[in-house]
């Protein structure tokens, strides 16, 4: 038997064992997405567990959204602004790109989900913990039938402790986890980053979870149950202010833009705007000072270190910011070009989107809505030497896959599906 022939028998018995075990595997084995073949069964809604299976989707994973019939996910009505010609927020439009909407009704239609989840690697949910267990949704109910299973729980503080039975949203965990009481204005209220940011983190977290367990699935055969929550996501990221309440007992303040370690850092106000401009290091300051023609501050011995800096900071911000008014910010980046340090001005939002060096990268994606004709997305920002790591469909409408995927998935008739849609057990 020559090689093909034996390569050949390999994948197709490989194939068949992993099917039997309930593991999916493309039978495209030159697809470069480095997730095709993976199904994900999608229960959750808003955005730390969206924008999760959005990643996993951009890498080629099979992603089954499971939303209300009637109403969908929450975010679907978390406007305006809305698309037009349909009830969509451009909000949703955000995090639900490459996914597939089948709606069904999570007490009557278990046993599709059941169905579904023997045909899954990935199940992931965002639900208060217990809630899934009392529709024989919970994690042992779901590995009973299908040990194959990635089984991923998105919370609002975890299963254990005293906070568990509450539900959880990105704002309130940036407030006990921290965020909120050191982002702000020296002296002024706490606020919220701009975007949930604890949010896209538990995310990002979740999404290299479920990939680690997708690799150990592979070495070992086993599926395993993660969870992740946002409260503890919110403390891990609070990384070198925890540490020094931690390691030095030092309590954290608001700094505004400024840095509390290193001086100069901060966003300058310059005639039309304002510009940031950090340096890191001794050369890095001798570099901007020299730059705006004050290089007698690096002389200055209460300027030589960063320490020094950082011990006289009030009197050599109070110089710099002066300095820094009087050049548009467009005419301090020409000084700035080609410096060691990192500098830049302060973007509007459309700013951001005509930058020349956002529209060189293609970051921004257009694709065709089922509803709405051609909508823009922000684009995956990793690049891959050879797997692919793309948009391939907009976000769906509500329910737009459902007859598709149980017909395809499960292998239900045409009078099947009827019955069900009848019944009200999925739209």
Known sequence: MNFKKCHQLLTSRCTLILERRGISISKNFNNKSPLAGIRVLDLTRIVAGPYCTMILGDYGAEVLKIEKPGTGDESRHWGPPFLPNTNDSVYFLSVNRNKKSVCIDLKRGRDIIHELAKKSDVFIENYVPGKLKKMGLGYEDIRSIAPQIIYCSLTGYGYTGPYSDRPGYDVIAASMGGLMHITGPKNGAPCKVGVAMTDLATGLYAHGAIMAALLQRGQTGKGQWIQCDLFSTQVATLINVGSNYLNAGKEAKRWGSEHESIVPYEAFQTADGFMTVGTGSDPQFISLVTRMGMSEL????????????????????????????????????????????????????????DDPHVRDINLVKEMEHSKMGRVKVVGPPVKLSYGTNEV???????????EEVLRNVLGYSKEEIQIKIDKRIIQ
Not at 306 to 333: A, G, H, Q, Y
Not at 392 to 402: D, I, K, M, N, V
Request: no cysteine; hydrophobic share 30%; aromatic share 10%.
């Open 298 to 353: 690096a002389a200055d011995p209460k300027f030589r270190d960063n320490t020094s800096r950082v011990e006289n900071r009030e009197e050599l911000l109070n110089i710099l910011r002066d300095e820094f008014k009087t050049k548009t910010s467009e005419e301090w980046s020409a000084v700035f070009a080609g410096s060691p340090f990192p500098y830049g001005q302060i973007n509007s939002i459309g700013q951001v989107f």
């Open 392 to 402: 391939r469909s907009s976000p769906p409408a509500l329910g737009e896959h459902t």
